[in-house]
């Protein structure tokens, strides 16, 4: 990424990102489909409460793996083979141990955990059953994200998303067979998901060329992994917070009804499908600035930030479109109870309006990462998501406006977010200027 014009070099390197993604949110969008349309809303519901914790504890590893992988692509763009080779080894070590150990808490703290997010009595044991299977597969997710990252900051973002392609078919055709045939469930979509993963995973570890370190997957450099917690923890940090805010934002939404629970879930599915490709155009530009940083090319740093906010709004524009104009039959999709549509549709419809500010913040926090200043990325966050929760409060509980509150309160929490960032970006944007000159 340290070579070449930069705009098509940014959207060959971030298509197979966006792709990779989409076949990961169809883990959780089939489980979705086909539990609300062969089991009930009951089911529906009790997946789409357990994805946010899910997500939360994924995204705090993902945090940690991106962290990791800034380094491996300064390392990588100049050059530091060695340092390079025993960074990639420490990470994937303590990333296994850490997974292992927040398996064994969220298993044994798995109710008090449903409980604070206000779970109805009527799903918790169904809701309980499915976060433990989810959980057991944990390690696989991590080593998913762990090689996926580290590719990424090598300049190679194809590798993952063939191996995520060959997972969500797995996954499809477990999901029929575990729930259709067996009559497993919601159940049955957890177990499916983990054996996907498993699958996949165990493959890539042996088969991919670049990850086959031999003995050298033995090698645990403490130094490294002091500079590794540096920037990972600001970064998992960073997306736990997001998952936090979505959580409260979930425990809200839960004093409402079945109904609106499940159609709180379907939105979040597809506002999932929407969101992600802004974070994968940032994620993008953070390896394009990762390497180029490491090689010395300051110039392209700052053209590769430029390109990339480009693109962020051209989606952000085009992501509005397509999710106001066909709400409807997006929700249709996923159930047919047409009280879960009604109140989806609406939340869809308005959020949509919203999706240009994302697009903007995202690509604001990938300057940031790309240059290695993961603390502002964690306090705008920190910012929206401490925003969108206090907006929701009054405007549900106080002014009783229902699910069509919460894209009002996320509307406060971008804004907030932006006016926290652009002070600081246009101030250190000025000054790595002048750097570079």
């Known amino acids: 990424l340290t070579h070449g014009r930069i705009m098509p070099m940014l959207i ?42 899910t997500t939360l504890i994924i995204l705090f590893l993902n945090g940690l793996c991106m962290g990791a992988s800034i380094l491996m692509g300064n390392y990588f763009g100049g050059k530091k083979m060695d340092t390079l080779s025993r960074q990639i080894s420490t990470t994937m070590i303590s990333g296994m141990i850490f997974s292992l ?40 997710t991590f080593l ?47 177990v499916a998901t983990v054996v996907s993963e498993a699958l996949c ?35 998992a940090m960073q997306q736990a917070t997001v998952q936090l805010g979505k959580i409260g934002i979930q425990a809200i939404i839960n004093t409402m009804g079945v109904s609106v629970s499940a159609a709180f879930a379907v939105v979040n599915r597809i506002d999932d499908y929407a969101y992600t490709p802004e974070q994968n155009i940032a994620h993008g530009m953070t390896a394009m600035m990762a390497q180029n940083k490491g090689a010395g090319r300051d110039d392209r740093v700052i053209k590769g930030f430029k390109a990339g906010i480009i693109l962020e709004i051209i989606y952000g524009i085009f992501i ?58 964690l306090l705008s966050s920190f910012i929206n998501m401490g925003v969108r929760v206090l907006a929701a409060i009054p405007l549900v509980f106080a002014l009783g406006m229902g699910i069509e509150a919460l894209p009002f309160s996320y509307l406060a929490g971008w804004i907030g977010m932006l006016i926290a960032e652009i002070p600081l970006l246009v101030k250190n944007y ?8």
């Open 320 to 377: 509005f479109f397509v999710c106001f104009v066909f709400a409807g039959p997006l929700m249709k999709l996923f159930t047919s109870d047409t009280e879960v549509i009604r109140h989806g549709v609406i939340y869809l419809k308005l959020i949509s309006v919203m999706y240009i500010l994302p697009a903007i913040t995202n690509g604001i926090q990938g300057y940031f990462r790309g240059i290695g200043d993961l603390k502002i990325t």
């Open 101 to 140: 150990a927040l398996t064994l808490i969220a298993i044994v703290f798995t109710r008090p955990i449903l409980m604070l997010v206000q779970v109805g009595r009527s799903i918790m044991t169904l809701t309980t059953q499915y976060l433990r299977i989810i959980m057991l597969g944990l390690i696989f």
């Open 201 to 235: 995973m165990i493959y890539i570890k042996f088969k991919v060329p670049i990850l086959c370190l031999g003995k050298k997957w033995l090698v645990f450099d403490r130094s490294l992994l002091k500079k590794t917690i540096s920037y990972g923890w600001a970064s």
């Open 12 to 53: 060959k390197f971030t298509i197979p990102l966006i792709l990779g993604n989409i076949f990961q949110l169809t883990y959780n969008a089939v489980d979705s489909i086909i539990v609300g349309r062969f089991v009930g809303k009951e089911a529906l519901a009790a997946v789409g409460i357990c994805n946010p914790i």
């Open 430 to 437: 000025r000054a790595y200027i002048k750097s570079i000159r």
């Open 144 to 190: 998913y994200n762990f090689f996926s990252s580290t590719l990424r900051a090598l300049g190679d973002s194809a590798t993952p998303l063939y191996f995520l392609i060959i997972s969500a078919v797995l996954n499809v055709f477990g999901d029929l067979f575990f729930v259709v045939i067996l009559k497993t469930g919601s159940n049955g979509c957890a």
